[in-house]
């Protein structure tokens, strides 16, 4: 399973996230469930403990053990599923809600709140039912905002280093989701569900990418100039415009990183330009040829 906040790989049994800090709801209800499971095996271990007593024999004595063996795999294979079956329960109760669910859904995006719409999402499970049914209409709307969302609460975590720790820790961090969004959001060809209107998502991508780059100014140093072209630029030469800047503005921001971005740009520079070459030459032989 993955954070629902940063997107790192869990344990079901980890309470927290080790890499942002966040709840894991999951292990919380699995924990809960274990001591209710642990609970019931107790139960049982009693109750054929007190009725041993009016027992006795080699027998007996198996017949115990066999039951509490039984009890326990039952016991401990449902409660190793136990947190996929509240899921799937979880899963129809949104589909079951969903006029309900649509409604709050729609003020959040009314009120260009996206990371409220994204945890919306998220937490009523509308997002894992959005391959067909109602909720299928908000299907690459929901991806993109939840890199926003990520973009946003990892530049809360770098901004913040008295509650987090220090913006060097977490700029790394910040980067890779503004990248990630806009990766999801300029690079990739989305593929439009049927219930999706692609004037509608448009109209969402730039609002939500008007206020990133008014956080990318704000808290990263861009200018308005230069958040407004990280659409059009590529990945690359995103990531050297966010790291030059950064390390403007925090002078602890690590060098290393700001070179590393640099060079991949570079590369990426100079691989254009040798395929740009090579199509030239190629050309130049054809007309040759005639």
């Not at 003020?107 to 049914?133: K, N, P, Q, V």
């Not at 956080?215 to 630029?233: H, N, P, R």
Request: glycine share 6%; with cysteine; hydrophobic share 40%.
């Amino acid at each position: 399973m993955k954070c629902k906040v940063c997107g790192a790989g869990l344990e079901l049994e980890q309470k927290y996230c080790p890499y942002c800090g966040a709840k894991n709801d999951l292990a919380v209800q699995h924990q809960k469930d274990m001591e209710q499971f642990t609970g019931a095996f107790n139960e049982t271990r009693k109750e054929v403990e007190k009725s041993s007593g009016k027992m006795a024999g080699i027998a007996v004595r198996a017949v115990i053990l066999a039951v509490l063996v039984i009890a326990a795999f039952v016991i401990g294979h449902y409660a190793n599923d136990a947190w996929s079956i509240r899921y799937d329960i979880d899963k129809q109760a949104a589909v079951a809600n969903a006029s309900a669910h649509i409604e709050k859904i729609e003020a959040y995006l009314e009120d260009g709140d996206y990371i409220a719409f994204a945890s919306y999402m998220e937490g009523t499970r509308a997002a894992s039912t959005m391959s067909s049914g109602p909720f299928e209409k908000y299907h690459n709307l929901y991806y993109i905002a939840r890199r926003y969302k990520s973009a946003v609460e990892w530049t809360e975590h770098m901004v913040f280093p008295g509650k987090y720790g220090s913006v060097s820790n977490y700029a790394g961090y910040g980067v890779d989701n503004i990248l990630s969004y806009y990766s999801g959001a300029y690079d990739s060809d989305l593929y439009l569900y049927q219930a999706e209107d692609e004037e509608v998502l448009q109209s969402y991508i730039e609002d939500m990418t008007s206020k990133l780059e008014g956080i990318l100014v704000a808290y990263y140093g861009l200018t308005k100039e230069e958040a407004e072209s990280l659409s059009e630029l590529s990945e690359n030469k995103r990531r050297v415009l966010l790291y030059n800047a950064l390390e403007a503005k925090y002078p602890e921001v690590d060098a290393e990183a700001v070179s590393a971005a640099e060079s991949n740009a570079a590369a990426e520079q100079e691989a254009s330009a040798g395929t740009r070459n090579a199509e030239g030459a190629e050309s130049e032989g054809l007309e040759a040829d005639f």
